[in-house]
């Protein structure tokens, strides 16, 4: 059947994401540029996992996945990521527009969230698994990481109308490809700080992340 068929062909050669799907609309990321694809199987040693569950690799030099513009949504916007970001560079961001930054400083270590204004926290990213979640609003953004928040940031009032995932909202700018394995991402257009706790707590237990 194509499952069997599906399985023989990944066992015998690495598998990539061609598309990341939106699970609440049609807001697919996609990249169908083949050396641009993250690898979500690996030919020797199988299914990509962190922490023994599914995750896509980026490896840091090329690869990337982005959606198509689509209708603006205004802050406060909710970004949530489960990674392991293994050097500097971006996991996600936005548009050209609309810039939508997790991730650390291209140039170092220190973490940064960025919506049209550059901020960065004195904190370095850690090479670990991490539960991030950042609410962008303006004076009162704030980068959460396993649920510790690392205290508001201006970082600016763009809003949200693409979503790039493993570098800069133009790939032929970067110097932030990263080097990371991703595992889920979520994103509301609404400021979810009433449920922060529930949300990470539910995400938490499946992943087991602290």
């Known amino acids: 059947n194509a499952f069997d068929d599906l399985l023989n062909l990944t066992t015998q050669n690495d598998g990539y994401v061609v598309t990341w799907y939106d699970q609440f609309g049609s807001n697919d990321?996609?990249?169908a540029t083949a050396s641009a694809q993250p690898k979500i199987w690996d030919s020797t040693t199988g299914l990509v996992t962190e922490n023994g569950k599914p995750a896509v690799d980026f490896d840091g030099s090329n690869d990337y996945l982005?959606?198509?513009?689509?209708t603006a949504s205004t802050q406060p916007i909710t970004r949530i990521l489960v990674a392991k970001q293994n050097g500097s560079g971006y996991l996600i961001d936005g548009s050209s527009t609309n810039r939508g930054v997790i991730g650390s400083n291209p140039s170092s270590s220190l973490r940064r969230i960025f919506a049209g204004t550059s901020d960065d926290y004195a904190v370095n990213i850690t090479g670990n698994q991490e539960l991030l979640y950042a609410l962008f609003d303006g004076a009162n953004s704030e980068l959460f990481v396993n649920s510790s928040g690392l205290g508001a940031k201006s970082v600016?009032?763009?809003g949200l109308d693409r979503v790039t995932i493993g570098t800069i909202y133009d790939a032929s700018l970067s110097t932030t490809f990263v080097d990371a394995q991703i595992q889920e991402i979520m994103i509301y257009a609404s400021d979810q700080s009433a449920n922060r706790?529930?949300?990470e707590d539910n995400i938490n237990d499946y992943y087991d992340i602290y």
């Open 197 to 199: 706790t529930k949300i």
């Open 66 to 70: 982005q959606t198509s513009v689509f």
């Open 29 to 31: 990321a996609t990249q």
């Open 156 to 158: 600016g009032t763009d």
